[in-house]
C-alpha cells in the first residue's frame, strides 16, 4: 500500500503544479494598424516581421489606406511594436470607424482629411448622447415610425 499511496500524491502533485503553469488562452482577434506604407519594400518588410510573430495567422497590407490587418492570436500593443520595430516609428492603431457609424462627421474631433474614403476618426464629439432631443426628432420624422407624419 505505501508505494500506491506515494505513486498516487505524486501524481496529485504533479497535476495541480501543471494545472498552475497554464497560461490563459489569447482570443482570436483581429488588429488593424494605420502606417505610412511608399514602396514595395516597406511593405514587405512590415509583412515579413508581423507575420513572423507567434501566433499571426494572416497579415494584410494594403498601402492605399495605409493599413495593416493582422488575424490570429495575438495582442495588439505587441503587434504595434513589432511594426513600429521595422522604422515605421509613427504607426498608430486603426483610428478610424466606418462614416454610416458616426451620428455627426463633420464634428471637429471627427473630420479628417487624411482618413481613408468612407471612413471618418473615431470621436466623443461625432457620437449621438442617448436620449438627446436630436435623436427624438430624428426619429419623429422617420420612414420606419409609422406615426411620423399623421397629416399628409
Known amino acids: 500500500m505505501g508505494a500506491l499511496d506515494s505513486l498516487s500524491d ?11 503553469k497554464r497560461k490563459k488562452r489569447k482570443v482570436m482577434q483581429t488588429v488593424n494598424i494605420k502606417v505610412k506604407i511608399d514602396c514595395d519594400g516597406c511593405e514587405r518588410k512590415i509583412k515579413n516581421a508581423v ?11 494594403n498601402r492605399k489606406m495605409h493599413k495593416v490587418t493582422v488575424s490570429g492570436y495575438v495582442d495588439p500593443k505587441k503587434v ?12 498608430e492603431l486603426w483610428p478610424y470607424v466606418p462614416y454610416t457609424m458616426v451620428a455627426y462627421p463633420y464634428a471637429a ?9 468612407g471612413f471618418v476618426r473615431k470621436s466623443e464629439q461625432a457620437q449621438a448622447q442617448p436620449g438627446s432631443t ?3 426628432l430624428m426619429s419623429l420624422f422617420s420612414d ?5 407624419c399623421t397629416v399628409m
Do not use: W
Not at 504595434?80 to 504607426?91: D, I, M, N, P, Y
Not at 474631433?109 to 474614403?117: E, I, T, V
Open 109 to 117: 474631433g471627427a473630420y479628417d482629411k487624411k482618413a481613408p474614403p
Open 51 to 61: 507575420s513572423s510573430m507567434k501566433g499571426a495567422k494572416s497579415v494584410e497590407v
Open 144 to 148: 420606419e415610425n409609422p406615426n411620423a
Open 134 to 136: 436630436d435623436d427624438k
Open 80 to 91: 504595434l511594436k513589432r511594426v513600429q520595430s521595422t522604422g515605421k516609428k509613427k504607426a
Open 10 to 20: 505524486y501524481l496529485s502533485n504533479h497535476f495541480y503544479v501543471s494545472i498552475r
